[in-house]
């Protein structure tokens, strides 16, 4: 009936009694119009007789709470996604005309009457819709392929998807691995793979190697793989280059087996990002030179980390701190030891440049009883006002009552005050397995640890401050205690960690008999750690990678926060792009959150720098830049192979197949077919509430309202 597959009324009472009421209301209806006063003719009795029953029965549905039940079977067509690679590298020329396979491939949708039943998208950096009427829009510009996003945007889709058809090099240069997804999505998905997959003669700078943490002054070293195909014992160069001026040349023999690794020694003279090139040498015959050249950028950190030792007294634990520190040619380390008032180890030394000067302190001891109020006023100061981070240890000789008064920068609440001490080991729970300041050479980092000799707390009322994360807790006599040991503090710019112990060094005199670097690499684990603020600004802006193709689209974000670290999100943030005497600005959109987003687009090629401000309420929060590069190497051009691997196990896992572009035609049946098998049946159910649907009360009060009427009209009673 109008075609519902169901209909159905639920009540909250037996069905029986609901049409019980009706017949007594009905009843009682017939009952108060059997006689009338003055009688009036049967027609309009019988008529007043149905106004009052539907009004009572409507009224009814309030205490049966009926609920209508409608299912409707509607037919679902299924539908076949065409995504076509709409990327730079379908323009290669090999010989197999990948453009024109494309156009093919969609013009024989047409012709075996497909078209109604697919839809067409392309894909590169971004998924877009495209139709039949516009294929002029599939002009093989985007500078990057993403597979990951035929996916999401084929679960985006809410239609009985038959199939999804993938025409590609499959030459994947952005985006994640999507294989996992499309397997779990249980959709087949068929590939169409345009290019050659026969291996040409080329020679290529396939990876390179280096440090994370590079120090300006310090040598560091670069390897590149290099790879060859139908070039061996051919002579080569390949050069280092740091913003493109020559910093070294390596001549080669290519290799028989095809790839081998070329080593530079790499010495940055100043800080900052660095934009650095290893170039190999066209050789005649290559089938491109595109891929000849890798392009990367590096942070080279400040020449060598200044840190500036504090002791209250000299102490073994001062001792074993400093000449861990100094164990690293990346850290230039200083120090000022009190040995009494007004007297210091360090003669003739400088003491407020050092301060002034220092990245890093680490506070051994210190304050102590001796350290004058103007010492240690100048190091609160250089916490306090210009974040510098630091390591505290309570060693021997440290005045907790004169350490209060550094509390509000402290990572620790410091409660009673005491002269004893508690003899403790380090408990650590096997959460903390992946903390890099935990870190060692043993089987078992943590076991090294809570297997560490006793050293001593004070036995004063030390808590861990809310934002602080405790790393380590204390156990006595093997007894876990709910007291802090290792603590580490972020807020904001402001960073710290604190060992709230004295006679440390034991734990290096425990481990280097057994070969352990437990001791050595905390200490020179806390000094990168602290050392490392760029994910602390108050204003972050970043490009989503650093290479782009021309004519790529350029992502800008930021994030933007108060003096409290709270999220803005009504700020203006203006970014300013610079490449040679050419200007541009991009003003960045909000998005909620302190999160914020723009973009970029040019076709002109070179390197590119970007300054960016963040202005809230006419006060300037922060800003950053950074640099980008377009168009020096197009990534779409590197790998001039169709790759037939990937692309055939995409589709045999999924459920699918692959086609070359020489038999893809034998895909169009297969289609047909699915689309045949694919169509199913939804029944759509809709819940209708009649007891609380307001229309039904309006009618009510309507039918009472006209019985009201024609009795009056008939001089009723």
């Known amino acids: 009936m109008f075609n519902f597959e169901r209909i159905n009324l639920d009540l909250s009472f037996p069905s029986i009694l609901f049409f019980l009421f009706i017949i007594l209301l009905v009843g009682y209806a017939i009952y108060t119009y059997r006689y009338t006063i003055p009688q009036i003719p049967n027609g309009k009795k019988i008529f007043l007789i149905i106004l009052r029953s539907l009004a009572l029965i409507l009224l009814l549905f309030v205490f049966f709470e009926p609920v209508l039940t409608l299912a409707k079977k509607k037919v679902l067509e299924p539908v076949n996604l065409i995504f076509l690679d709409n990327s730079r590298s379908i323009q290669i020329k090999d010989g197999t005309n990948r453009e024109q396979t494309e156009k093919d491939f969609v013009a024989g949708l047409k012709q075996n009457n497909l078209r109604s039943n697919s839809m067409l998208f392309t894909f590169g950096s971004n998924v877009k819709g495209l139709s039949y009427d516009s294929l002029k829009e599939l002009n093989f510009s985007e500078g990057s392929t993403n597979f990951a996003n035929i996916f999401t945007q084929a679960a985006k889709i809410n239609q009985n ?18 294989l996992h997804t499309a397997i779990k999505m249980n959709i087949p998905v068929y590939t169409v793979g345009v290019g050659d997959s026969t291996t040409r003669n080329d020679v290529a700078v396939k990876n390179v190697l280096y440090n994370q943490m590079i120090y300006a002054g310090t040598p560091t070293s670069i390897v590149a793989s290099i790879t060859n195909t139908g070039f061996v014992n051919k002579n080569i160069t390949v050069s280092l280059y740091e913003n493109d001026a020559f910093v070294q040349q390596k001549n080669i023999s290519l290799s028989p087996d095809g790839i081998q690794n070329v080593d530079f020694t790499y010495t940055p003279k100043t800080g900052g990002e660095k934009k650095l090139t290893i170039a190999a040498s066209n050789t005649p015959g290559e089938f491109t030179f595109a891929n000849n050249r890798k392009v990367f950028y590096v942070n080279v950190l400040s020449n ?12 073994p634990d001062v001792s074993f701190v400093k000449n861990t520190l100094r ?36 506070l051994i001891g210190f304050p102590s009883r001796e350290t004058s109020p103007q010492l240690f006023q100048s190091v609160i100061k250089e916490i306090s006002e210009k974040d510098k981070p630091y390591f505290i240890s309570l060693s021997s000789g440290t005045d907790i009552s004169k350490l209060k008064a550094l509390q509000s920068e402290l990572p620790f609440i410091i409660g009673n005050i005491s002269n004893d001490y508690l003899e403790i080991q380090p408990d650590i729970s096997a959460s903390q397995q992946d903390n890099p300041l935990l870190k060692n050479n ?44 290792i603590l580490t503090r972020t807020l904001g710019s402001k960073k710290s960690i604190a060992v709230l112990a004295k006679d440390i060094w034991r734990w290096k005199l425990e481990t280097v008999p057994q070969n352990l670097d437990l001791f050595d690499r905390f200490i020179l684990s806390s000094v990168k750690w602290l050392n490392t603020k760029e994910d602390h600004k108050q204003v972050t802006i ?3 990678k650093k290479l782009y193709s021309p004519g790529e689209v350029v992502d800008f974000s930021a994030q933007v926060y108060d003096q409290t670290f709270n999220p803005v999100s009504d700020a203006d943030v203006n970014v300013k792009i610079k490449s040679g005497n050419d200007n541009y600005e991009v003003n960045l959109n909000p998005l909620g959150s302190g999160l914020y987003e723009g973009t970029f687009q040019t076709n002109k090629p070179g390197d590119y720098s970007f300054s960016g401000n963040a202005i809230h309420k006419n006060n300037k929060l922060g800003s950053d830049n950074g640099k980008f590069n377009i168009g020096e190497v197009d990534i779409e051009m590197l790998n001039p192979r169709m790759n037939y691997n990937y692309l055939a196990l995409l589709s045999n896992q999924s459920g699918g197949k692959f086609f070359y572009n020489s038999n893809y035609r034998q895909l169009y049946p297969i289609l047909k077919e699915l689309n045949k098998k694919s169509s199913k049946d939804k029944i759509e159910v809709s819940d209708i509430n009649l007891w609380s649907n307001e229309w039904l009360l309006v009618v009510a009060i309507l039918l009472f309202g006209l019985e009201w009427f024609f009795r009056k009209r008939a001089g009723m009673l």
Do not use: C, H, M
Request: proline share 8%; net charge negative; charged share 20%.
């Open 161 to 178: 998807i038959s199939s999804i058809v993938i025409v590609s090099d499959g030459d994947i240069n952005d985006g994640s691995d999507p």
């Open 304 to 315: 060598k980390v200044k840190v500036l030792v504090l002791a209250g007294s000299p102490s």
């Open 327 to 362: 164990s690293d040619d990346n850290f230039s380390v200083s120090s000022i030891t009190q040995v009494a008032a007004g007297k210091f180890v360090e003669r003739g030394e400088d003491q407020q440049r050092l301060i002034d000067s220092a990245n890093i302190f680490f």
């Open 442 to 485: 043993a089987a078992n980092p943590i076991a090294a640890w809570n297997n560490l000799p006793p050293i001593y707390q004070p036995n004063i009322n030390l808590t861990a401050k809310p934002e602080s994360e405790i790393i380590s807790k204390v156990k006595i006599n093997n007894i876990p205690i709910n007291r802090p040991l």
């Open 542 to 544: 970043k490009t989503s």
